[in-house]
């Protein structure tokens, strides 16, 4: 494709990133090319040290470079926000109106996809449930989604832990991830009882 194949094997590693086509990649790889050495230094030392660092949380399944999340370590909370991916943690903390912890399913139920409870981080957050007063499941607004609330709400409302799931607020089919901050404040605040 390109005058170099360096720059070919570059735009090849970039287009591994999602939602970086060609064009991006391309962009990306001169960008690099057009970096000092010692930044893109810096830069690979970055890329091989989160490889190396970066792990889930012993408690609640998020990303950590220690053996407990920075959440996990401060908050004392009775309340957990089940949530499907990391990315959905840092969605939900910019924000700053949840006070309580966090548990990362890691996915979502999908028997198509051939996922059940066993492929999921669910065992951990039953184990997490004394003293806890709620349980906010916030996974995905689309079919695996309800399926996951539904199963966790059948889990935990036996308990005796009271079980809401974010309010309709995000529209079905959409990533929490990529939800704009006040319709997702309003979710959060709106939540009801499964």
């Keep these: 494709m390109n005058q170099s194949e360096s720059i ?9 990133l999602p939602g970086v086509g ?5 962009r990306y ?3 690099v090319i057009d970096m000092k050495d010692e930044q893109v230094e810096e830069f690979s030392h970055a890329l091989v040290d989160v490889k190396q660092r970066v792990h889930f949380c012993c408690i609640c399944g ?12 401060n908050r004392k909370s009775r309340t ?20 309580g912890t966090y548990h990362v399913l890691h996915g979502q139920l999908s028997p198509l996809k051939g996922i059940g409870p066993d ?9 997490r449930l004394d003293g806890v007063e709620e349980v906010i499941i916030a996974t995905n607004p689309d079919i695996e989604g309800d399926a996951t609330a539904l199963y966790l709400s059948r889990l935990i ?6 079980v809401t799931r974010l309010a309709r607020g995000i529209p079905t089919g959409s990533e929490i991830e990529y939800t704009d901050e006040a319709t997702l404040s309003h979710a959060l605040t709106d939540r009801k009882e499964l």
């Design 8 to 16: 070919d094997r570059l735009v090849q590693q970039f287009t591994l």
């Design 119 to 127: 492929d999921l981080n669910i065992q951990s957050l039953l184990a």
């Design 157 to 162: 409302k036996p308990l005796g832990v009271k």
């Design 80 to 99: 957990i926000c089940v949530v499907k991916e990391p990315r959905d943690v840092n969605a939900l903390e910019k924000l700053n109106e949840f006070g």
């Design 29 to 31: 790889a001169y960008a």
């Design 62 to 73: 998020n990303y950590t470079d220690a053996d407990v999340c920075e959440i996990c370590a």
């Design 22 to 26: 060609k064009k991006t990649a391309l």
